[in-house]
């Protein structure tokens, strides 16, 4: 249902993202600030909704598919904004270009073996990637103006929000190969479906 709680916590993201594209738009160190708590805000709900999924036995296929839909909407939007807004180096896009990819490749492996009935799991070390990612984005977000903000200029937020999109993309490249040999194994695995004609070519006759 979609008013179940871990349900709701998902959709928030999703509904998060305008609001955030608004606030980076502004330009300004409190609006990025602003931009900052929000998104960790919502980060924040990724663990909490499959937690409260889990404990509350709520765990149904709506939440499994909107869950990762998403994680992948509000990572591309953040993305897609510091780029635009020139948030990031010209060194910063490089790992950027990895994550978006990695997102694309791992829910194109999604979507074809669910139609096998068979599902990726979550491994720590993506895990873990999602952590780093979130916090790179973060960071990124709030930047050096927030962090002036904050009392707190002498702190490099953006240098530092890069390396760790780096880390983030280097742990993106490990989750992605094994994502994909994960399922290239089930695909190999799954015999080829016989042709439609099959069954009336091999002679056998109804009882």
Request: hydrophobic fraction near 55%.
């Amino acid at each position: 249902m979609l008013t179940d709680l871990p349900n709701v916590l998902t959709l928030s993201r999703i509904a998060a993202i305008p609001l955030l594209v608004a606030l980076v738009a502004v330009g300004r160190p409190g609006a990025d600030l602003a931009a900052c708590i929000i998104f960790a805000a919502a980060a924040i709900t990724d663990y909490f909704d499959g937690r409260l999924a889990r404990d509350r036995r709520q765990t149904s296929d709506l939440g499994r598919m909107l869950d990762p839909i998403a994680d992948k909407l509000l990572v591309g939007a953040v993305l897609m904004m510091l780029v635009g807004t020139g948030r990031l180096s010209t060194a910063g896009l490089y790992p950027a270009v990895v994550i978006m990819l990695r997102e694309i490749l791992v829910s194109g492996l999604r979507e074809y073996l669910a139609g096998m009935r068979v599902g990726l799991p979550v491994t720590r070390l993506a895990k873990w990637k999602t952590g780093v990612q979130m916090g790179a984005l973060g960071t990124l977000l709030a930047g050096n103006d927030g962090a002036a903000l904050l009392h707190l200029p002498w702190l490099p937020a953006s240098i530092i929000g890069e390396a760790m999109l780096w880390a983030a993309a280097l742990l993106t490249l490990l989750t992605g190969w094994d994502y994909l040999m994960a399922g290239l194994r089930h695909a190999s695995a799954v015999p080829p479906p016989p042709p439609p004609h099959a069954a009336q070519e091999g002679g056998v006759r109804p009882g």
